[in-house]
């Protein structure tokens, strides 16, 4: 099987360490790297959080962990999604006090360098704000055609946002280096939450995970009960909606989610910042962004919701053997 090299950049964050232990356990992918970012806490947390999480799940696996942004482009970062993911960002697990210490690089420079070394190979995928990757295209504008793809969980297309009634939190925490990101010239695919808000898990299905497999199972049963609770409380929802593992699954099982190709921009300020809206490019350039020109952007619009937490469940099922899921 060929493998599929990532680097994932990402603010752990539940959802976050969710898709961290899949992309360890699944047979298709390669972890070249994480990169950290500041988002659903502040970047010392997700950093700490990040290298623990890899210690933990992976144990002498050494991925490399890059240090991110603190903050966003433009102004201080001024979400803190404590009340989501936990004050330290995952739930009420006990804190992580890795033994090992971040990359010398800073996130962009790892991405940049990483991607340059094995040109048309690596994919993105981000599943936090955009801000490292808008400091890759900022610094290196080649990253753009180096990469073999970009996979962002970001974004709402036909459905309310979550941040705001308008916008996704991810692009809404940065909408500047949203903005960037969804105007360079990658392949770029757009998991939004117009699929992950359909990707529902109820606790009991976290109970399977943890028998099948006890040690990291059990770790990723524990932080789904913080992030349940959360969406019982906020949104009368008897589960959570599985966001950042659906954007790395889209990846490795692209058959389980509908694709539209469309021209998309992002909403960089006012009561819409955040929002994405298809638009014609010319259209676009008015609202302080523009869209890529050939409407290249994949926006996935649905997906086969049952198909996608099988997948989940097996590979993390399979997590304590060393055996890798499909
Ligand atoms: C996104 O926002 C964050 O809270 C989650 O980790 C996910 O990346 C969902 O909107
Ligand atoms: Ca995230």
């Not at 790892?110 to 599943?127: D, K, M």
């Not at 073999?148 to 308008?166: E, F, K, S, Y």
């Not at 916008?167 to 117009?194: Q, R």
Request: proline share 8%.
């Amino acid at each position: 099987m060929t493998l599929i090299p990532i680097i994932i950049d990402t603010d752990p964050g539940i959802d976050d360490a969710l898709a961290l232990v899949y992309a360890l356990n699944a047979a298709r992918l390669e972890v070249v790297g994480v990169t950290t970012v500041h988002g659903n806490v502040g970047i010392e947390r997700t950093t700490r959080n990040a290298l623990g999480l890899l210690e933990f799940a992976r144990p002498g696996a050494r991925v490399p962990v890059a240090r991110g942004a603190a903050q966003p482009l433009l102004g201080a970062a001024e979400s803190d999604a404590g009340f989501v993911h936990g004050i330290e960002g995952l739930g009420n697990t006990p804190v992580f006090t890795p033994r090992t210490a971040p990359h010398a690089l800073p996130a962009w420079q790892f991405i940049c360098e990483r991607v340059a070394e094995r040109p048309g190979e690596i994919t993105l995928c981000a599943i936090g704000p955009l801000t490292n990757l808008a400091h890759a295209l900022a610094h290196s504008p080649a990253v753009a055609r180096q990469v073999a793809g970009v996979v962002i969980m970001g974004g709402a297309l036909r459905v309310p946002g979550n941040i705001t009634p308008h916008a996704e939190y991810n692009l809404w925490a940065d909408p500047a280096a949203a903005a960037a990101v969804l105007a360079a010239p990658w392949p770029i695919t757009l998991v939004g939450l117009d699929v992950t808000t359909q990707v529902i898990c109820p606790p009991e299905y976290f109970r399977h995970i943890a028998e099948a497999a006890p040690r990291v199972g059990g770790f990723v049963a524990q932080l789904a009960e913080f992030y349940i609770d959360f969406y019982r409380r906020h949104a009368g929802l008897s589960g959570c909606q599985l966001h950042d593992p659906s954007a790395l699954i889209a990846l490795t099982h692209p058959a389980l989610f509908t694709a539209e190709s469309l021209p998309v921009a992002v909403n960089t300020h006012g009561e819409r910042r955040g929002r994405i809206f298809q638009s014609a490019p010319q259209e676009a350039a008015g609202q302080g962004t523009k869209a890529q020109p050939d409407g290249s952007i994949t926006v996935l619009t649905d997906v086969d919701a049952d198909l996608v937490k099988e997948v989940f469940m097996l590979t993390l099922s399979a997590a304590d053997q060393g055996r890798r899921g499909n």
